[in-house]
């Protein structure tokens, strides 16, 4: 495989690869040589390259991981397709639907497997949610709350071209956010968004509140600063509280509470422990997890969960939710074909 981008997220992308042994990173592009070079001296990366078609045209590349800012994932993404590429690009997929559509489709046309690195729903307290919808575990869901920490000026420090982005926490976050209320409640109808700016040294919205509607069903959606729990879900029997420090507490009426730790994962090395309390180390770990997704899915033939198309779904909601706050509305999810 090959790689494009030496910025921050290389440094936990590129080590969670090593991490599942299945991978051998053969090339690294970066548009700054020099940044490049030291990326791949750290994680033993044999060539760099500062031309991307040049690397794309010399190397032998099973896929490639596209690790750059957003604003690079469109270009790099039909250049792997003109080459015959598999891709995995990290989220969002684009700044704009129309940049998202086009990447879908020019990866269909020339028959490339695209993925889209999408790798919270990886996360185990998300999919033991998941596993006790499905299971009817409390009964049938009534609502449900999710808070996702956006990590404010520690988060710009290391990645200060967020603090430039208009509509910051809609776009960076909301990616994250919407595809956990499409893969732990089902499919989304309709938005209404509302956000907030309380940081000075960021240019558009650090904080939001979506309405989400999933049929009959409201789920808020929470984008702030600071979170008292991660996943709250009431239904017909029961509730289900996912804690700060990833406890899962069930309460089935008539019955006392019963509390899971979903911690199921080890501390990993080549994460700094800024990194580690930055992202959490349930975050950590999901990358890896969803790593292996797109090697299985390799292998076997059979799409992975995040495949394009399916993010594509989930980004439609994410712009859907920005005209919202554009236009004070609801915003329905058809709308977004119109």
Not at 7 to 27: D, R
Not at 132 to 140: M, Q
Not at 240 to 264: F, L, M, P, R, W
């Amino acid at each position: 495989m090959a790689v494009c981008g030496a910025g921050y997220w290389s440094k936990l992308q590129i080590p969670a690869w090593l991490e599942t042994n299945e991978v051998e990173i053969v090339a690294l592009y970066n548009r700054t040589y020099e940044k490049g070079l030291i990326v791949a001296g750290m994680f033993g990366i044999p060539r760099v390259y500062d031309d991307a078609e040049k690397m794309m045209s010399n190397e032998q590349i099973d896929f490639i991981d596209i690790i750059t800012e957003a604003p690079g994932h469109e270009w790099l993404t039909l250049l792997a397709s003109k080459h015959n590429i598999p891709v995995i690009c990290q989220k969002p997929m684009a700044h704009t639907l129309e940049s998202c559509i086009k990447m879908k489709t020019e990866c269909e046309k020339t028959g490339v497997p695209f993925y889209i690195h999408e790798n919270y729903r990886w996360q185990l307290h998300f999919r033991f949610v998941k596993n006790a919808i499905v299971t009817k575990r409390v009964g049938n869901l009534i609502r449900a709350r999710i808070q996702m920490y956006t990590g404010g000026v520690d988060g710009w420090a290391v990645q200060p071209y967020l603090s430039t982005l208009k509509h910051m926490a809609l776009i960076d976050a909301g990616p994250h956010i919407l595809d956990l209320v499409r893969f732990m409640f089902g499919e989304i109808d309709s938005v209404y968004a509302v956000t907030l700016k309380t940081f000075s040294g960021c240019v558009g919205e650090d904080t939001a509140v979506i309405l989400v509607k999933t049929g009959k069903v409201p789920i808020v959606c929470e984008i702030c600063e600071h979170c008292d729990s991660k996943v709250f879900v009431e239904c017909t029997n029961g509730s289900i509280i996912i804690d700060n420090d990833n406890i899962a507490h069930i309460s089935i009426k008539g019955e006392s509470v019963e509390s899971v730790d979903t911690k199921n994962y080890q501390r990993y090395k080549f994460a700094s422990d800024s990194d580690w309390d930055l992202h959490g180390g349930a975050s950590i770990h999901s990358i890896i997890e969803c790593n292996r997704s797109f090697i299985s899915a390799f292998k076997s033939g059979k799409p992975p969960e995040t495949i394009a198309s399916d993010n594509l779904i989930t980004m439609r909601a994410v712009f859907a939710s920005i005209r919202s706050v554009e236009e004070n509305r609801t915003v329905f999810i058809d709308e977004m074909d119109k």
